[in-house]
């Protein structure tokens, strides 16, 4: 009991006390003079040219990617072509007439090659000559010798069938390979 009233005797004591607000004014003034000298840094990767992209892995499709990069510290070029490999598709027109059971239109296909010629002819079952098979086909073929599948000379090969999309090829990298050569001197 006697800390209620104790309580209520500090209640009754106790004044209520309200603060008046006090304005300030801070004024200052100032001057900084500042001088520095600062140097920057820049490391950055060095410059490359990156050869596209060309996958042919896992498909069925004859053709077969090139590409390369040239890079200097002024100048970066890449390049990429696929092309066509004849053979794989003189391989694939063969087993699909074969597939469709037209055994003589296969082997003709493939008697298109100088080689496969030959190994026909020396195993004594020549290659079919205008829908002639067997001995007619031989003497159609021994008789006409300039109608026979012959090899390619390496210039033939590489200079002798070239296309307007080769051409231009051809033109691109050569303008490549002179850059190439006036960046390095």
């Not at 005797?9 to 008046?20: D, G, M, Q, Y």
């Not at 053709?63 to 053979?87: C, P, W």
């Given at each position: 009991m006697k800390k209620h009233i104790l309580a209520?005797?500090?209640?009754?004591?106790?004044?209520?006390?309200?603060?008046?607000?006090?304005?300030?004014?801070?004024?200052?003034?100032?001057?900084?003079?500042?001088?520095?000298?600062?140097?920057?840094?820049?490391?950055?990767?060095?410059?490359?040219?990156?050869?596209?992209?060309?996958?042919?892995?896992?498909?069925?499709?004859?053709?077969?990617?090139?590409?390369?990069?040239?890079?200097?510290?002024?100048?970066?070029?890449?390049?990429?072509?696929?092309?066509?490999?004849?053979?794989?598709?003189?391989?694939?027109?063969?087993?699909?007439?074969?597939?469709?059971?037209?055994?003589?239109?296969?082997?003709?296909?493939?008697?298109?090659?100088?080689?496969?010629?030959?190994?026909?002819?020396?195993?004594?079952?020549?290659c079919p000559y205008d829908g002639l098979i067997?001995?007619?086909?031989?003497?159609?073929?021994?008789?006409?010798?300039?109608?026979?599948?012959?090899?390619?000379?390496?210039?033939e090969g590489i200079l002798g069938n070239i296309?307007?999309?080769?051409?231009?090829?051809?033109?691109?990298?050569?303008?490549?390979?002179?850059?190439?050569?006036?960046?390095?001197?």
């Amino acid at each position: 009991m006697k800390k209620h009233i104790l309580a209520a005797l500090v209640l009754c004591l106790s004044s209520s006390a309200f603060a008046e607000p006090i304005e300030t004014i801070n004024t200052t003034d100032s001057t900084v003079n500042s001088t520095s000298n600062s140097t920057t840094t820049v490391n950055s990767p060095p410059p490359s040219a990156i050869s596209p992209s060309i996958n042919t892995s896992n498909s069925d499709l004859c053709t077969v990617g090139v590409a390369g990069a040239v890079q200097t510290q002024i100048l970066g070029i890449s390049a990429g072509k696929t092309f066509t490999e004849k053979n794989c598709v003189r391989l694939k027109n063969a087993k699909t007439l074969y597939d469709m059971g037209m055994k003589v239109a296969a082997v003709s296909v493939m008697c298109q090659d100088p080689d496969i010629f030959d190994a026909m002819m020396n195993a004594g079952t020549p290659c079919p000559y205008d829908g002639l098979i067997g001995a007619e086909a031989k003497m159609m073929w021994e008789s006409r010798t300039e109608e026979q599948p012959a090899e390619e000379t390496v210039a033939e090969g590489i200079l002798g069938n070239i296309d307007e999309d080769q051409k231009s090829t051809l033109i691109g990298g050569g303008i490549v390979a002179l850059l190439a050569i006036l960046l390095l001197l």
